[in-house]
């Protein structure tokens, strides 16, 4: 089973201010890691529920909201 997850700042537990949702807004930094961290719960879930594939889209603003090297590496032994 292949799986798309898309993730928007605005839908993010713990986004509640425009500072959280801008570059350079004082929050910013935080709002990533947070949306980073959803991805990542989502992407383990849908590899525990019997997903094969699982590709992630950044749907907020620009599109370069993730923070890359803090997203999971596939487990092997999920994708076969």
């Not at 993010?12 to 929050?27: E, M, N």
């Amino acid at each position: 089973m292949d799986v798309l997850i898309s993730v928007d700042l605005e839908g993010v537990a713990g986004i509640a201010t425009k500072q959280q949702i801008h570059p350079g807004g004082h929050d910013y930094p935080i709002a990533r890691a947070l949306m980073t961290a959803e991805a990542n719960a989502a992407v383990a879930g849908a590899f525990d529920g019997g997903a094969t594939s699982v590709v992630v889209n950044d749907s907020h603003g620009p599109a370069d909201n993730l923070l890359g090297e803090q997203l999971d590496r596939p487990r092997p032994w999920a994708s076969r």
